[in-house]
């Protein structure tokens, strides 16, 4: 049996950096439209000092900046710097003065202790090895009476559904056993209010949202970075008979417009 495939650091990072430039870019832009919504839920008040943990493209970030303006700062850290790049260029694009970027481990927080009004991290949780840690870490750098909000995908629904059930499906007959996150990229509410409870947070709020998205084509489909994560390790020569198999299993649920893909994402927010 193929050996299984463990989510490392390592691979994480040169995955988000090899497809940096298309992260959220080819097809839906779901990460943004949750990011938003994120942003809008926190409602950051004026003179708010925020940080986006692995901050990618910037989904949460630029909308923060957007709404904060010059009362208050947002710095993002991610691990990979092929995504800072991305997310520099459009900080610099809107002309956004009240952002600092940062390549950072998310586990090893190189900030003192009590230094953010407001922390969030955007579907990024289930990717740390040591997601304790990471937590940890988040409660350390938010002051006293501070904020975290994060968002995760809902267990009531598979993550990008139709396109993760037929990818686990297809990399289970390529590669065995595959365990990519390390801790599954699914919670219910009440999974995640309790891990926010054991890392110290309290009067801790949750609520769901459901949205429909549309890949237009097979090419954005094989472009989803989940994908290409999950294909680490393997040679092009396991690509292109898995590419087929995989886009033939999708194509009949493709409707005259599109591939209709569901996400369910819960939205949970507690306090320091």
Not at 29 to 40: E, K, M, N, T
């Amino acid at each position: 049996m193929p050996e299984m495939i463990v989510a490392t650091k390592q691979n994480i990072e040169k995955v988000f950096d090899d497809n940096a430039k298309a992260y959220d870019r080819v097809g839906p832009a779901i990460y943004q439209h949750f990011g938003s919504r994120l942003v809008d839920w926190l409602s950051p008040e004026p003179g708010t000092k925020m940080l986006d943990i692995a901050t990618g493209k910037g989904a949460v970030l630029l909308p923060a900046a957007r709404l904060l303006k010059s009362n208050g700062h947002v710095t993002g850290i991610d691990l990979s710097a092929g995504l800072l790049q991305e997310a520099d260029h459009s900080v610099h694009q809107e002309g956004l003065t009240n952002i600092t970027l940062r390549k950072m481990d998310a586990e090893h927080l190189e900030f003192p202790d009590e230094t953010f009004d407001c922390v969030t991290c955007a579907f990024s949780l289930f990717f740390f090895p040591h997601m304790e840690d990471a937590l940890n870490e988040m409660y350390r750098v938010c002051k006293l009476g501070g904020r975290v909000a994060v968002t995760v995908f809902d267990q009531a629904l598979p993550p990008f559904d139709p396109i993760f059930p037929v990818m686990l499906q297809q990399l289970g007959t390529y590669q065995g056993e595959v365990r990519i996150p390390p801790h599954g990229m699914s919670f219910t509410p009440e999974e995640i209010e309790t891990l926010l409870r054991q890392h110290g947070f309290h009067s801790i709020m949750t609520h769901g949202e459901k949205e429909d998205f549309i890949y237009t084509n097979e090419k954005d489909v094989w472009a989803f970075l989940p994908l290409r994560l999950m294909l680490f390790g393997t040679d092009e020569t396991t690509h292109a008979p898995f590419k087929h198999e995989f886009l033939t299993k999708l194509r009949p649920l493709f409707g005259p417009d599109g591939l209709h893909v569901s996400v369910a994402a819960i939205y949970a927010m507690g306090q320091r």
